[in-house]
């Protein structure tokens, strides 16, 4: 059985990490922003919301790895620079075939949870029509099947979470051995993992009355956070690199 992940521990050596170190990071994450951002605006000039998601996928395939890379470096006590987020371009394809799994996966998952929803709204709009019996059964199997796609959905990202991390180490690793890797990986961790996650819900609310501002220290936060706890887990996996 894995050891369980004291995430006090990850949180506090992130911010240890951290310090001194924000400018960089803080420019990095503005660039990447900005980036995106001309991205939402391109796609609404000339009225195309699906080049959104296209010019997103490039924005993404391009430097998210250098953002990572960043991120990885701070929580490894190395040197990093904002300049690092151009210096990962050379994973763009294998960025770009991750980032359309896991679109496909949630838009697979977001079609079925709608289907499954409106079903259940259906079967209760129209139980004064039906047997009391079956009406109630099927309201019963709606909200049950809504429930499972959920947790399925949360299941699956959580197994597939450290993804982009594995294949930073393991640039030649193939995508289906990247994905059974963090599927081995997080196996007795998801729980760690979510509750790492859940923990930052505090600061994120809190950063909506700083118009955004806090943000800049939260997202350097919880990457490196993050970061720490896949150092942390990936010593299980013995084919990853040190």
Known sequence: MNESVDI????????KSLTGKYFDV?????????????CVATAKFIKE?????FLNLIITSLFYMGLLQIMIKIARNKK???NELFQRTDTFFRCAAMTIV??????????????A????????????DLNIALSSFMIVIGIILSAAIAVFWIILMLCLSQ??????????????????????????????????????????????????????????????SIANFYDKIKKDVKILDA
């Open 8 to 15: 006090k521990k990850i949180k506090a050596k992130a911010r």
């Open 26 to 38: 803080v420019v990095a994450i503005l660039i990447y922003g900005l980036l995106n951002f001309m």
């Open 49 to 53: 919301p699906p080049m959104m998601i």
């Open 80 to 82: 990093t620079s904002f």
């Open 102 to 115: 896991f679109l496909a996966i949630n838009v697979i998952c977001a079609l079925l949870e709608y289907t």
């Open 117 to 128: 929803v409106n079903s259940l709204i259906v079967f209760i709009s129209y139980q004064t």
């Open 163 to 224: 993804s982009y991390f594995i294949l930073y180490d393991n640039e030649n690793m193939p995508l289906g051995d990247i994905f059974r890797t963090s599927m081995d990986m997080m196996e007795g961790h998801k729980t760690d993992y979510l509750l790492l996650c859940l923990s930052f819900i505090g600061w994120f609310f809190l950063g909506m009355f700083t118009l955004g501002i806090l943000y800049l220290w939260l997202i350097p936060y919880i990457f490196v």
